[in-house]
């Protein structure tokens, strides 16, 4: 529970703010965190609002979105506006603001493809400071953000360049093609990409609005060669995907995303989907008094109503333990523990 709760309108008051008090605890959409405790510091909800057009040429628009704006809103004014680039990312919980700290990704795409600059405010100064690209040192479900920036910055404004034509158009991941077969669709627009993602995210994964959840709650393992030769072998049917380590495009997408197959010896990993591995150690659908493991993608763990934060921590806690046991795997949290 917050004590005491500040809502910012403007990168100013944020300013001001942050010169009086600088422990904050920061709300943006709050999407992708588990609250096990009560919150002593000022709750400090980030509401700045806005899109500006930086400038544009016959093929690329450049806009600079301030962190408060809704993601998936975002998304949907951007396809309106016929741009292209995020179309994949439909239907993301979240605000524009903390789409770059996880690096939010879906679909075989993920944001750090579009974003030029992240700008922010320096706690320890309160002054403007700017993250190139590079900078963001993005990963798979990781930037600096999660890392040695972590409690520095407060990310104020997201820079992206998107494509006005001759959009890039991303179909063979996951359930999205057969999707755009179903609607007899063979030359899909992004606004026909934007609509299979939602459905099938819809189909898979709980709406945060009714059940309470935070997405995927644990990132997909990377595990080497002979280790997943030795699964392979008891379970036949692993889904899998050979990533290269520095490969980071390639890590982005799901298991099922079979994307390039590289057949240099030593140096080749293998993602395996840690909702196979939950499933599989037969969690899947169970319901534990008021929180339990999503019924249709066991890489959700889902409050249905009064559970703390704590229970669903503990559980997940049992996931880790029984995965390590039967597959000698450590899934890693993906969400945000507070
Ligand atoms: N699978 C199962 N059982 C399950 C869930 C999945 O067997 O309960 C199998 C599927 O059959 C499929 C494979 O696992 O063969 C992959 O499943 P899916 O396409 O649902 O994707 P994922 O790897 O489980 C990742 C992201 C999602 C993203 C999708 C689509 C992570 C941690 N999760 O899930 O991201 O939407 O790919 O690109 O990388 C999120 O980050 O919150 C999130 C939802």
Wanted: charged share 25%.
């Amino acid at each position: 529970m917050a004590k005491r709760f500040v809502s910012v309108d403007s990168f100013y008051e944020l300013q001001k703010l942050i010169e009086s008090e600088k422990d904050l605890f920061l709300l943006s959409g709050g999407s992708n965190m588990l609250l096990t405790s009560d919150i002593d510091k000022l709750v400090t909800h980030i509401n700045i609002k806005g899109v500006s057009i930086d400038k544009e040429d016959e093929n690329c628009v450049y806009l600079t979105v301030n962190s408060g704006e809704d993601w998936h809103e975002f998304v949907l004014w951007c396809i309106d506006q016929n741009y292209g680039g995020i179309e994949n990312l439909s239907l993301i919980p979240g605000n524009v603001g903390t789409s770059p700290i996880q690096n939010i990704g879906a679909y075989g795409v993920e944001v750090k493809d579009v974003i030029t600059k992240v700008e922010a405010l320096e706690i320890a100064t309160a002054k403007r400071v700017q993250f190139s690209n590079e900078e963001c040192e993005f990963g798979y479900r990781n930037s600096i953000f999660k890392n040695k920036a972590k409690g520095k910055y407060i990310i104020t404004s997201v820079s992206f360049r998107l494509t006005k034509k001759n959009h890039i158009i991303h179909k063979k991941y996951g359930a999205i093609e057969s999707e755009l077969q179903t609607r007899g669709i063979k030359n899909p627009t992004i606004k026909d990409i934007s609509d299979a993602v939602i459905a099938i995210r819809k189909s898979k994964l709980p709406d945060p609005k009714e059940i309470g959840n935070s997405g995927s709650f644990f990132k997909n393992p990377v595990i080497a060669v002979d280790h997943f030769q030795r699964l392979q072998k008891l379970y036949p049917e692993i889904p899998f995907y050979e990533v290269r380590p520095f490969d980071s495009n390639s890590t982005s997408l799901s298991a099922d995303e079979a994307g390039p197959v590289y057949h240099a010896q030593g140096d080749i990993l293998y993602k395996v989907p840690a909702g196979w591995l939950i499933e599989k150690a037969g969690f899947k659908g169970k319901r534990y008094g008021d929180h339990g493991v999503h019924g249709k993608q066991a890489l959700v763990l889902v409050n249905y109503g009064n559970a703390k934060g704590q229970d669903i921590f503990d559980l997940a806690t049992i996931i880790q333990k029984e995965i390590k046991s039967l597959f000698d795997i450590e899934l890693e949290i993906e969400v945000n523990i507070i």
